[in-house]
């Protein structure tokens, strides 16, 4: 089906394990998102990507990796988890222009 | 520095009358403005958006409102139902959908 797919949706890891968020979209769009949701925040920014082998900062992207190698895939990386990083992390992505972004179903995160 | 924000962290409306949510903003450089509609455990969905060369956009039942010297839009979503009970965000932009500043989100429900 085509779409935007977020795995795992729950994840529970401990203090320092690394940790990936995968995301995977179907449409060939060229710029994906990396959003977390904390409440009285609402949804900050990580990281986005233009395109393959493109990315760049957002708003909060400290203890966060990503790549992208393929159109389709852009997963996050937690490289030593704190417990800050708890959160619902979103996925999206969209194409050129002015079209609205398109969001995953989320991944629940938990670091105990 | 929270550059949109949404003051009302909910919102109770009775089913048949209209509900009014509001988004301030401070970056004078937003020019796309767009509202999103959450459900627990799904990723927000594109609702409708307004440009900020407008002062209005309708699509059936939900109405944005742009006033640009207040740095203030409102979604107006008449008659309310009742699935409309949700989380909404309010997101703006510059130049286009991409790179989204989101607000905290208001919770509306919307009693029989």
């Known amino acids: 089906d085509a779409g935007i797919t977020q795995s795992p949706r729950y994840k529970i890891t401990e203090t320092g394990r690394q940790v990936t968020l995968m995301c995977h979209q179907t449409?060939?769009?060229?710029?994906m998102f990396w959003y977390r949701q904390d409440l009285g925040h609402g949804l900050r920014l990580i990281y986005y990507?233009?395109?393959?082998?493109?990315?760049d900062k957002g708003e909060v992207p400290d203890g966060y990796v990503v790549s992208r190698s393929k159109t389709e895939n852009f997963p996050l990386t937690l490289e030593s988890a704190t417990r800050s990083q708890t959160s619902v992390y979103f996925c999206?992505?969209?194409?050129?222009?002015?079209?609205?972004?398109?969001f995953g179903n989320g991944t629940r995160l938990t670091v105990t | 520095d929270q550059q949109v924000k949404q003051n009302s962290p909910s919102l109770s409306v009775q089913e048949g009358r209209i509900s009014i949510l509001n988004c301030d903003y401070t970056?004078?450089?937003?020019?796309?403005f767009l509202w999103y509609k959450k459900y627990p455990a799904e990723g927000p969905t594109f609702l409708i958006s307004?440009?900020?060369?407008?002062d209005k956009n309708e699509d059936g039942r939900f109405t944005v409102f742009l006033n640009k010297s207040a740095k203030h839009l409102s979604l107006h979503i008449v008659p309310s139902q009742p699935g409309d009970s949700a989380v909404y965000f309010c997101?703006?932009?510059?130049?286009?959908?991409?790179?989204?500043?989101f607000g905290q989100g208001t919770r509306l429900t919307i009693n029989p």
């Open positions: 997101a703006a932009s510059e130049g286009g959908a991409q790179k989204l500043v």
């Open positions: 307004i440009s900020s060369i407008k």
């Open positions: 999206a992505s969209t194409g050129t222009g002015q079209s609205p972004l398109h």
């Open positions: 449409w060939s769009h060229s710029y």
């Open positions: 970056n004078s450089m937003f020019d796309y």
């Open positions: 990507s233009a395109a393959a082998d493109i990315t």
